[in-house]
């Protein structure tokens, strides 16, 4: 596997393209979808392997009906650093035109030796991207160099308008990138890569603002008595966008990136006019009704469903290297609404709703919301404390739970029956019931892979086995105990269940989906005051 060929049709004096140095082969797994507008528009199709980028050039893109074919040419073996390689080629230099890195994520090789079984010309695998998810088969014909690209498995519902046209890498578009003269970091920070038609400049980008751990809600059994406001309370993923000059981040609340998962927001975090910027929001997917929905975010990570994505912003920390932390959360409202005004991306104001609370909730529980979030008129933003200035009026119950184990499945079901999840109490944790419902077959086959790579010997729970079962059914006995499966306590998971039993079991629990942006250890039950 060799990069000669790559090196020796190019002129990197002229081309920002990386330089042809092989990579130690790591066994990694990582794949890029590159939109390439040359001589003529295709896709650039690369698989890890090697130490190098295995490329077929794709004329008319990948497919996603079951069995369909498409054309797809192999080139020269390109170098890693390519994978994240966006912008402009010079015009006159070889695949002179641009750039964009449309798709990216891993790619699961259905067999024990993939160079050997690409070599005999066939590889089966399964790719794991932001815009791409599902098996395909790469199939080499009699030419040398021809092989068919088939979309293997279940149909794959086709990529928005939008989505088609926006980088994963910077939530650009080919005719921005075209026309820009920024240099972008790469997710990796190792390398930057312009945007223009120029020879590459280097340019120092604008700094990001730091990052400020978010705001937390009480929860609260009645509105309390005083000036409030009050808001939707969004069922999605709490997150931080940081805007400062020609980058954006996307965070969690524990400081994960967000902005490879929902890459689709970004370019409008981009266009917040401003020169910097900290804004407190969630991002959530919308169903049919305009209602968010954690189950639809699920499922868009499964690839089963492509639902409406948003970043509904309620606070404003920093605009213009100005910190507004301090300032009455009216001022800071205030700010964000003409920050937002006129806005027709994927960020959006969620504004305080006029009426008195009571009337909100019944309004709220009519549309099947989850509840509101009450705020204290005239406070302050207090970084990462639970002061009671933010409260959350619940219609729902519903909260995060960690997962310690999983029963065998009965019947039919594969992979797990039910899932064992418990809080921590006082630095111990103490089991809360079996969650068996929410789940389809491409979710259990998914959790069940992951709780292989966290398997454990030991029961994770203080109080497990039981004498004797919970009221509804929830308990472990002795018995049972050897018929469970244990992991080690750090995936969390959102759990919407009827109540809390009396010997601290839950009741009637549906599983929504899994929650990176929560720590585990920081998992416990919620009680109202």
């Not at 080919?174 to 223009?196: F, H, I, P």
């Not at 008129?377 to 997962?403: C, D, H, M, T």
């Not at 086959?445 to 004797?468: M, Q």
Request: glycine share 12%.
């Amino acid at each position: 596997m060799s990069l000669k060929e790559y090196v020796r049709k190019r002129n990197f004096g002229k081309t920002p393209e990386p330089g042809g140095r092989k990579a130690a082969a790591k066994g990694g797994h990582r794949f890029v979808i590159q939109k390439h507008d040359a001589s003529r528009l295709h896709y650039d199709f690369r698989l890890e392997m090697g130490g190098v980028l295995k490329s077929w050039a794709v004329p008319k893109g990948v497919p996603f009906v079951k069995g369909e074919k498409r054309l797809a040419v192999q080139t020269e073996d390109h170098p890693l650093a390519y994978i994240d390689f966006e912008g402009s080629i010079p015009e006159g230099q070889y695949g002179g035109g641009t750039v964009m890195v449309w798709d990216q994520g891993t790619y699961e090789p259905l067999s024990k030796t993939p160079s050997k079984e690409l070599a005999g010309g066939k590889l089966h695998f399964v790719l794991h991207g932001s815009k791409l998810e599902g098996e395909w088969y790469l199939v080499r014909l009699r030419d040398g160099d021809q092989w068919l690209l088939i979309r293997g498995g279940a149909d794959m519902k086709a990529v928005s308008k939008k989505q088609e046209d926006t980088s994963v890498l910077s939530g650009r578009s080919m005719r921005e990138l075209s026309k820009g003269d920024r240099v972008w970091e790469s997710k990796s920070a190792t390398k930057k890569v312009s945007g223009s038609r120029k020879p590459q400049r280097s340019v120092r980008p604008a700094p990001l603002p730091e990052f400020v751990e978010p705001m937390k809600a009480k929860l609260a059994v009645a509105a309390p008595k005083g000036d409030w406001i009050y808001e939707i309370k969004f069922d999605g993923f709490r997150a931080l966008a940081l805007k400062g000059g020609s980058q954006v981040r996307l965070l969690s609340r524990n400081e994960k990136d967000l902005g490879g998962k929902f890459p689709e927001l970004m370019g409008s975090i981009l266009a917040l006019p401003a020169q910097d910027a900290i804004v407190d929001g969630e991002i959530v997917a919308l169903d049919e009704k305009g209602r968010s929905s954690f189950q639809l975010l699920q499922a868009r990570e499964l690839g089963q469903e492509r639902p409406p994505l948003f970043f509904y912003a309620f606070d404003l920390l920093q605009l213009d290297g100005e910190s507004l932390i301090d300032q009455p959360l009216e001022k800071r409202k205030e700010k964000l609404s003409k920050l937002l005004a006129g806005s027709k991306g994927e960020v959006r104001f969620s504004a305080a709703l006029e009426s008195d609370v009571k009337r909100l909730l019944d309004q709220a529980r009519g549309l099947g919301l989850e509840g509101l979030i009450g705020k204290r008129l005239g406070s302050a933003y207090e970084p990462g404390k639970r002061s009671g200035a933010w409260i959350k009026l619940k219609l729902q119950q519903e909260q995060e739970f960690v997962i310690g184990g999983y029963t065998d499945p009965e019947g039919s079901r594969p992979h797990f029956g039910a899932l064992l999840v418990g809080v921590h109490r006082r630095g111990k944790f103490h089991f809360a019931g079996k969650v068996g419902t929410g789940f389809n077959h491409k979710l259990l086959g998914a959790l069940h892979r992951a709780f292989k790579k966290i398997a454990s010997d030991t029961c994770p729970f203080v109080d497990l086995p039981e004498k004797r079962s919970g009221r509804y059914g929830q308990g472990v006995t002795a018995a049972e105990m050897k018929r469970c499966h244990w992991v080690e306590p750090t995936m969390v998971c959102q759990v919407k269940f009827a109540e809390w039993t009396r010997d601290d079991r839950l009741r009637q629990p549906v599983f929504l989906g899994l929650r990176e942006d929560k720590d585990a250890r920081e998992v416990v039950r919620e009680k109202a005051t």
